[in-house]
C-alpha cells in the first residue's frame, strides 16, 4: 500500500556539496531516512527553466555536469537513476488536470540542482525519478499553482522535492569572499522571515516576498533559486503544516535551509 508522502524543499549549495555534503547533506540525508518508501521521486530543480512546465520521461536520465571550473572528480561523480514512463504520464496528466499547460521531454536528464542532493538522500537510486522545471518567467505564483497542481499526487505515492536555495547570490558571495568571510546580515534576516512566513501560512506574504522580505531583492537577484520552495509548498496541499528541519549558511551567503510540509489532519 502506498503511504501520503510529505513535500521537501532541499538545498543544493555549490556543486561541492556532492564531495562536501556538510550539516545540511547530513540532515536532508536523515531527513529522507524517515520517509515511507515513495512511488516514484520528482524533482523540481532551480536549474532546468523552461517557458511551460516540462516532464522529464527518459528512461535512464543521465548525470548533468552543468558547471565550470571544479575539482575534476565531480565530474567524475554519476547518479544512477531510472526514469519510470507511466509515472511520468501521471505527472503530465495532475498538471493538465489543474488547468496548466504542460510539456513533455523525453531525454532530459538530472542537472546538479537534482543530482547532487539525491545523491545524498537516496543513494542507492532505488526510486524513478522524474525531473520537472521551473518557469521563472512565471514567479512565485505560478510555482505555487504548479505545486498545487502536484498536490494529489502524494497520496498516491509520489515524493515531491524542490531543490534550491533561501538565498543566493553569488556576486555577495565573491564580496564576502574578499572580505574575509563576513555574512551580510541580511541573509538570515530573509531566511528567518521565510521560516515565520511559513509556520503562520502566509502565503500572501510569501507571494509578495520581493516587496515584503527584508533584504528580499538582495536574497535573490533573480528568482529562480526560490521558486521550488513555492512549488513544495503548494504541493504539501491546503493548510500543509511547514517544518524546518535544518537551517544554516553555506559560503558566506547561501542560506541551506531545509523543508518539509506535511498536510494536516482533517484539513
Same mark, same amino acid.
Given at each position: 500500500?502506498?503511504?501520503? @508522502?510529505? /513535500?521537501?524543499? *532541499?538545498?543544493? #549549495?555549490?556543486?561541492? *556539496?556532492?564531495?562536501?555534503?556538510?550539516?545540511? =547533506?547530513?540532515?536532508?540525508?536523515?531527513?529522507?531516512?524517515?520517509?515511507?518508501?515513495?512511488?516514484?521521486?520528482?524533482? $523540481?530543480?532551480?536549474?532546468?527553466?523552461?517557458?511551460?512546465?516540462?516532464?522529464?520521461?527518459?528512461?535512464?536520465?543521465?548525470?548533468?555536469?552543468?558547471?565550470? #571550473?571544479?575539482?575534476?572528480?565531480?565530474?567524475? !561523480?554519476?547518479?544512477?537513476?531510472?526514469?519510470?514512463?507511466?509515472?511520468?504520464?501521471? $505527472?503530465?496528466?495532475?498538471?493538465?488536470? /489543474?488547468?496548466?499547460? $504542460?510539456?513533455?521531454?523525453?531525454?532530459?536528464?538530472?542537472?546538479?540542482?537534482?543530482? %547532487?542532493?539525491?545523491?545524498?538522500?537516496?543513494?542507492?537510486?532505488? *526510486?524513478?525519478?522524474?525531473?520537472?522545471?521551473?518557469?521563472?518567467?512565471? =514567479?512565485?505564483?505560478?510555482?505555487? @499553482?504548479?505545486?498545487?497542481?502536484?498536490?494529489?499526487?502524494?497520496?498516491?505515492?509520489?515524493?515531491?522535492?524542490?531543490?534550491?536555495?533561501?538565498?543566493?547570490?553569488?556576486?555577495? &558571495?565573491?564580496?564576502?569572499?574578499?572580505?574575509?568571510? @563576513?555574512?551580510?546580515?541580511? %541573509?538570515?534576516?530573509?531566511?528567518?522571515?521565510?521560516?515565520?512566513?511559513?509556520?503562520?501560512?502566509?502565503?500572501?506574504?510569501? !507571494?509578495? &516576498?520581493?516587496?515584503?522580505?527584508?533584504?528580499?531583492?538582495?536574497?535573490?537577484?533573480?528568482?529562480?533559486?526560490?521558486?521550488?520552495? &513555492? %512549488?513544495?509548498?503548494?504541493?504539501?496541499?491546503?493548510?500543509?503544516? /511547514?517544518?524546518?528541519?535544518?537551517? =544554516?549558511?553555506?559560503?558566506?551567503?547561501?542560506?541551506?535551509?531545509?523543508?518539509?510540509? !506535511?498536510?494536516? @489532519?482533517?484539513?
Amino acid at each position: 500500500m502506498t503511504q501520503t @508522502q510529505p /513535500a521537501l524543499f *532541499v538545498p543544493h #549549495g555549490a556543486p561541492t *556539496v556532492a564531495l562536501r555534503p556538510g550539516a545540511a =547533506g547530513a540532515a536532508i540525508a536523515a531527513a529522507a531516512g524517515t520517509l515511507p518508501l515513495a512511488r516514484a521521486i520528482v524533482i $523540481v530543480s532551480a536549474h532546468w527553466d523552461t517557458l511551460l512546465p516540462t516532464v522529464g520521461l527518459a528512461d535512464r536520465p543521465e548525470t548533468i555536469h552543468d558547471f565550470w #571550473g571544479f575539482p575534476e572528480e565531480l565530474y567524475a !561523480l554519476r547518479y544512477p537513476a531510472t526514469g519510470c514512463r507511466e509515472a511520468a504520464e501521471e $505527472v503530465v496528466a495532475a498538471i493538465q488536470n /489543474a488547468g496548466l499547460p $504542460v510539456e513533455r521531454d523525453p531525454g532530459r536528464g538530472l542537472d546538479h540542482g537534482a543530482w %547532487v542532493p539525491l545523491r545524498l538522500m537516496f543513494p542507492d537510486a532505488d *526510486v524513478p525519478v522524474i525531473p520537472l522545471s521551473i518557469q521563472s518567467r512565471g =514567479g512565485p505564483q505560478q510555482a505555487w @499553482q504548479l505545486g498545487q497542481a502536484l498536490a494529489p499526487l502524494a497520496a498516491r505515492g509520489f515524493l515531491i522535492i524542490g531543490s534550491g536555495n533561501v538565498t543566493h547570490n553569488l556576486r555577495d &558571495y565573491q564580496t564576502a569572499a574578499r572580505n574575509g568571510g @563576513q555574512t551580510p546580515a541580511y %541573509v538570515r534576516e530573509f531566511a528567518d522571515w521565510i521560516a515565520a512566513r511559513l509556520d503562520a501560512g502566509d502565503i500572501p506574504a510569501l !507571494l509578495d &516576498y520581493r516587496r515584503q522580505g527584508p533584504g528580499a531583492v538582495q536574497s535573490h537577484p533573480s528568482d529562480e533559486h526560490l521558486l521550488p520552495l &513555492y %512549488v513544495a509548498l503548494g504541493a504539501g496541499g491546503e493548510n500543509a503544516r /511547514a517544518e524546518r528541519f535544518h537551517s =544554516g549558511i553555506d559560503d558566506y551567503v547561501i542560506a541551506m535551509d531545509a523543508y518539509s510540509f !506535511l498536510p494536516q @489532519q482533517g484539513a
